[in-house]
């Protein structure tokens, strides 16, 4: 693990040096950005980027421009020693974790990549700036790791059509490559906040992947169906209080209205106690 980015830079070029050696004349090197406290999620996308390249770099950095004022910056699970541990077990030595101020020698940056419409829309309505913020950091991955590919999950789904939107718009020379979400046995999807949640909170939790089977239930009966069904879920549910709820098409991350045929992806956001949630899941609406 390094948190300075020359050194990781020379543990790449090593590590490409070595694959070349070795008698892989183009080694792909796969990026996995990440904030750290790692689990079964995230380590699926490091299973995947082992499959889709032949080196591995894990980034860790709970990055401070996507976080707004009153957001969870400062109590965000740090686990680093474990993290570390962990990659090593998955064979991932190369790992990223660079402090605030090697990220931001100037406290802030001054140029950022802006996400534009479909950055203001859902997670970024609720969280100004997070996507600008988001993106920046992830274009600084970019040119600090110089991946072939980057790997995301699809559980943050507005965050994976924003990257894969700046790869396109930008011609930035990286594969993006997206990992279904990942969930408990009894369907709550895998995320780093979940340790925030206590046991009746988790519980509660729980409605926001109920109400995503109950709007697959109802995929052949249109999206105003589907929509109806996830809402009733959700409205059983008082402990939880929902941000959005929402079906989009995921070419262009903008709600369907019925009639409407063909793929779409159910949104959903909670607030359960203090801790915020996301969930999704892509259905084909007829
Ligand atoms: P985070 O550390 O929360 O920023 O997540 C790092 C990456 O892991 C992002 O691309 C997330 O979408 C992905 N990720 C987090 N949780 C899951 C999950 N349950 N299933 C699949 N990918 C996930």
Redesign the pocket.
């Known amino acids: 693990m390094t948190d300075s980015i020359i050194t990781i830079r020379a543990q790449i070029a090593d590590a490409r040096r070595a694959a070349v050696q070795g008698g892989i004349d183009f080694p792909r090197v796969v990026l996995v ?4 406290a790692l689990h079964d ?2 380590l ?2 490091v299973d995947e980027a082992k499959k889709l390249g032949d080196i591995v770099v894990v980034s860790i950095f709970v990055n401070p421009l996507q976080f707004g004022p009153n957001e969870d910056l400062s109590t965000y699970p740090r686990t680093l020693d474990a993290d570390v541990a962990q990659l090593a077990d998955r064979g991932v030595s190369l790992v990223f974790a660079p402090t605030p101020a090697e990220m931001y020698p100037d406290g802030d940056v001054s140029t950022r990549v802006v996400a534009g419409d479909a950055g203001s829309t859902f997670e970024g309505r609720t969280r100004p700036g997070h996507f600008d913020g988001m993106l920046t950091v992830v274009s600084k991955l970019f040119h600090i790791v110089s991946p072939d590919v980057a790997v ?5 789904r507005q ?1 994976l059509f924003l990257v894969k939107r700046m790869v396109r718009d930008l011609n930035v020379p990286v594969e993006v490559h997206g ?1 279904p ?2 969930r408990a046995e009894d369907g709550l ?4 906040r979940n340790a925030f949640l206590s046991d009746a909170e988790r519980r509660s939790a729980l409605t926001l992947s109920r109400a995503l089977e109950a709007a697959a239930s109802a995929q052949d009966n249109g999206i105003d169906a589907v929509l109806s069904a996830a809402q009733s879920v959700l409205d059983a549910e008082p402990t939880i209080d929902l941000d959005y709820l929402a079906a989009v098409d995921p070419a262009t991350f903008t709600p369907v209205t019925s009639p409407y045929a063909g793929s779409s992806v159910v949104l959903v956001a909670a607030r359960v106690g203090a801790t915020r949630l996301i969930d999704n899941r892509t259905l084909a609406v007829s």
């Open positions: 950005p990440t904030m750290g999620g995230h699926t996308l995301f999950g699809e559980k943050d965050q990992v979400i990942v999807a895998l995320s780093s």
